[in-house]
């Protein structure tokens, strides 16, 4: 079966679309998220070092993997559409940022309940740690550059501009470990080599990731569908839309 995917390419097309999508996603990621707590928290092995204070990782982890990729893709909607002059991209980027904010502060924030039995103190000026606060302010910065700019339009190309500037942080954040000596330990999963964990723990993990990923895509979903409603609110089928739900309370 063909999909003509260009015939979602503009909010009309797309609202209904990610309206009939959101619940799918919703579910996956509460089921995601039960299984890899409870293999997390209650199958998973002690730590024979960390103790079972290393559970912590099975949030902090996901969290932090996802507070870099929702990056490059907000980075990625930005620049197609500031490519294309085209209003979905800029939406979804718009979307996305929040999450990304709210995924980065919650690696931050259990990182440093990790870091405080581990190192002894609540934060240190860690080379990952830091570039991992820069990436929370760039993603506030996002958030606030595009909220202060009434033009729509003008809104996307700044943001754009700066989501593509601010990408460059990414890398930074995942080789800062390799590139000078922190405190930090080094990745324990790697495209190139073994996990270095056994496979409840890394079970458990995936499945966190996963249900991060299913969240952020149920919610994402939800927020540019508002925006669309706020920013297409003269078109005729955001009014047909509203007589519609009228209608049927």
């Known amino acids: ?14 609202y209904p679309l990610a309206g009939r999508m959101i619940p799918w996603f ?22 024979f070092q960390q103790g079972e204070a290393y559970r912590i990782i099975f949030v902090h982890v996901p969290a932090a993997w996802m507070s870099m990729f929702i990056y490059m893709v907000m980075a990625g909607w930005a620049a197609l559409g500031l490519s294309l002059n085209a209003r979905l991209p800029a939406m979804m980027a718009q979307a996305l940022a929040p999450t990304g904010a709210i995924f980065t502060l919650l690696a931050l924030v259990t ?4 870091g405080k039995p581990m190192w002894g103190a609540w934060w240190v000026w860690d080379a990952r740690l830091t ?3 820069i990436l929370l302010f ?3 910065g996002f958030i606030a550059l595009q909220s202060s700019i009434d033009d729509p339009r003008k809104a996307d190309k700044a943001g754009a501009l700066l989501a593509l500037v601010g990408v460059v942080n990414v890398p930074i954040i995942y080789f800062s470990v390799k590139w000078w000596n922190t405190l930090h330990q080094g990745s324990t999963i790697s495209m190139g080599a073994a996990p270095k964990m056994v496979t409840t723990m890394l079970l458990g993990m995936l499945l966190m990731a996963l ?12 927020r540019v569908r508002c925006i669309m409603l706020e920013r297409e609110r003269a078109s005729d089928w955001v009014k047909e ?9």
């Open 111 to 114: 990182g440093s309940f990790w």
């Open 241 to 249: 839309q509203a007589l519609s739900v009228g209608g049927n309370t």
């Open 1 to 14: 079966m063909n999909i003509n995917w260009f015939k979602y390419s503009s909010p009309q097309t797309f």
């Open 211 to 222: 249900a991060f990923w299913m969240y952020t895509i149920a919610v994402a979903l939800m």
């Open 26 to 47: 919703a579910w996956a990621a509460s089921i995601f998220a039960v299984i890899g707590l409870y293999i997390s928290f209650f199958i998973a092995p002690t730590d």
């Open 138 to 140: 760039l993603y506030l």
């Open 131 to 133: 570039s991992e606060l």
